[in-house]
């Protein structure tokens, strides 16, 4: 019993935009035994993950499920349900998972209408609201913690304006879930996903994603079938619901994982979970100020899990590549470079789940202290 | 540590359709660490079990990857990528995943045309052909080992036709990859998908995929986008490819347990490995035979990996799914049902990957013979 013995390398504290680094009790878990995906032992824990999944999206939607693929696949599970050909969508575009929701809708053949933010700012609720009264859209969707640009968009304006012109509202919680309040019911979510290699402390490959009864009635309306089978709500429905009718193999060994994921979170319970990360924010940024790197969002649109800081002059001089090579090669340790139109100008540390904790800051402080003198 | 205590059901013998039982080093693999998806070390991983699946699949194709999806996902993937609407399609349909494949098929939009084969038989290369012939089609699909009903199909001489014809050819390899020869050189297939959960004895969530240069070529030639952007192709190959580019969060720990998988095959060896799993079939239907299961399928088309029977009276007199779950609560043994109309009919009894052994088969026909008397 020696899996990957000649590859396995140097353990990696993961602080870049995700994934995180996961829980030990997470790892534990997706080593457990298999299960058959209609087994009732196994039916269980999806009752329950469902069940918690509800808790964190503060939702009473029965349908609040793992969907089988990434966050990215949740964006288009949710887009791909409640939009048909021809169908307006208005996107709050705020940095590269706004512009992805664009693209994934376009595919879609909606007519889309996008509304625009400097990357590093957030959505004008103004702005939107005007869009929305002039397109009359059938769907808003927009991106609650932006992780291209760490930029924290208030959530509830822009919902009831979008809900009091009978739209549905679309939110991509995939870097926010288990880290700050998510209340899909009380701002009036119709649909949202999420990822768990972020807040969540699990590894990729599933997306949490709750859809509500607004939402259901619009795909039961529809003129004609969801373009995609793997996707579709009412076939996955027949499985997460109680009918417990086989559509696809559910991903076993990662629902074992979030499912001790799910029960990490609620044994600390979320105000505290919320508390950590901001603390670790703080000391980050605090500390990050003496060595030059500045944070790129205004301090009341931070994202506590995620901090995008620009790069001190003598980083940008050599490059800032190289630095982040030498912190992975030579202290384990991993930042996130810059995403699109910041690609370059930027970092982006992430203090996700687990890692929203003083040790991991002052671990990438010390090691950041001993790199820059050398440059 | 002491994860899910209290949910712990006991270890299951999973001799049903998939999911197998993962290996214990598949599933120690999948507890490793995360790496994150752009380091250098995972990267490296990934190449390996690039060039692992292409010795699994017999090709030379660049683009053989696995899908962030299971199976069903795989077989979108190929018919999204492949098809635009109105383009025609012939499917063979000899089952359950035929049938999903017309499903798929239609949503994106093309012109399906099936040809059937009774349940238990598998699809005549003539009715195929002319079919192809009338039609003129852009894509030939159909499923190597119908895990709905336990039957075998040859490929080369469909595949042939196809070609001859000028169609793409996708072809369903979920159940067959790792437990028969596939070879998609060979026979000519643009287009393929597996599942991790069946013969390569890994959990489920993945979908080992490939598509050859005809297929790369077709997608390049499209008059509209891919409809899923997380399935697309292009997209896919930059990451996938030499450029790195982020595109989703690659499932990490899945992607280390499928390169455990593989690398167990290889230890193995396919041809061995392809014996072991028709030797464990014999066994298995001779041992049947005396307790009055009678296999559905001839034997020239009998899949060495999953074997469908016939109930006899006792057993249907009572009721086929009470005897399951007794074999499952008394025994820890999984079978599969039977599937669309082959349901209450027949049951499947998966000998796959880690579970193509005589121990296993000799459990489940002494667990029968406990329980048939009993009647």
């Given at each position: 019993m020696e899996p990957m013995t000649a590859s396995t390398p140097a353990p990696r504290l993961l602080l870049g935009p995700g994934p995180s680094n996961a829980h030990p009790r997470v790892l534990a878990a997706m080593a457990q035994p298999l299960l058959g995906h209609l087994d009732p032992a196994f039916l269980a824990i999806v009752d329950e993950v469902q069940a918690r999944l509800r808790r964190l999206f503060a939702t009473s939607n029965p349908l609040t499920i793992p969907l089988s693929c990434t966050g990215s696949g949740g964006m288009e599970a949710c887009l791909a349900n409640l939009l048909e050909p021809d169908d307006a969508?208005?996107?709050?575009?705020?940095?590269?998972?706004?512009?992805?929701?664009?693209?994934?809708?376009?595919?879609?053949?909606?007519?889309?209408?996008?509304?625009?933010?400097?990357?590093?700012?957030?959505?004008?609720?103004?702005?939107?609201?005007?869009?929305?009264?002039?397109?009359?859209?059938?769907?808003?969707?927009?991106?609650?913690?932006?992780?291209?640009?760490?930029?924290?968009?208030?959530?509830?304006?822009?919902?009831?304006?979008?809900?009091?012109?009978?739209?549905?509202?679309?939110?991509?919680?995939?870097?926010?879930?288990?880290?700050l309040p998510v209340e899909l019911d009380a701002w009036g979510i119709d649909a949202a996903y999420s990822g768990t290699q972020k807040c969540l402390s699990c590894p990729p490959g599933l997306s949490p994603a709750s859809f509500g009864p607004r939402a259901l009635a619009r795909v039961a309306?529809?003129?004609?079938?969801?373009?995609?089978?793997?996707?579709?709500?009412?076939?996955?429905?027949?499985?997460?619901?109680?009918?417990?009718?086989?559509?696809?193999?559910?991903?076993?060994?990662?629902?074992?994982?979030?499912?001790?994921?799910?029960?990490?979170?609620?044994?600390?319970?979320?105000?505290?979970?919320?508390?950590?990360?901001?603390?670790?924010?703080?000391?980050l940024v605090a500390g990050l100020a003496p060595l030059g790197f500045a944070p790129l969002v205004a301090a009341a649109h931070r994202l506590p899990m995620l901090t995008s800081v620009r790069l001190p002059e003598r980083v940008l001089a050599g490059g800032e590549a190289p630095l982040r090579r030498r912190l992975l090669e030579r202290h384990g340790i991993e930042v996130g470079g810059g995403l699109g139109k910041l690609a370059g100008r930027i970092w982006r540390i992430g203090l996700m789940g687990e890692n929203a904790r003083e040790e991991p800051v002052d671990r990438l402080l010390e090691a950041l202290r001993t790199e820059l003198p050398t440059l």
């Open positions: 969508l208005v996107v709050g575009v705020a940095g590269v998972f706004g512009e992805r929701m664009c693209d994934v809708a376009a595919r879609i053949g909606a007519r889309v209408t996008r509304v625009d933010a400097e990357p590093g700012t957030v959505l004008e609720a103004g702005a939107m609201s005007e869009a929305i009264a002039r397109v009359r859209p059938r769907v808003v969707s927009f991106v609650h913690a932006e992780t291209s640009t760490g930029a924290w968009q208030p959530v509830a304006e822009i919902a009831a304006a979008a809900r009091s012109a009978g739209a549905l509202v679309v939110l991509d919680c995939v870097t926010s879930l288990g880290g309306e529809r003129r004609r079938r969801v373009q995609s089978w793997y996707l579709d709500v009412c076939l996955l429905s027949s499985y997460y619901g109680s009918e417990r009718v086989y559509h696809h193999t559910a991903p076993i060994s990662a629902i074992f994982g979030l499912a001790e994921a799910l029960r990490l979170v609620e044994e600390e319970g979320l105000p505290a979970r919320f508390a950590r990360h901001r603390r670790a924010a703080q000391r």
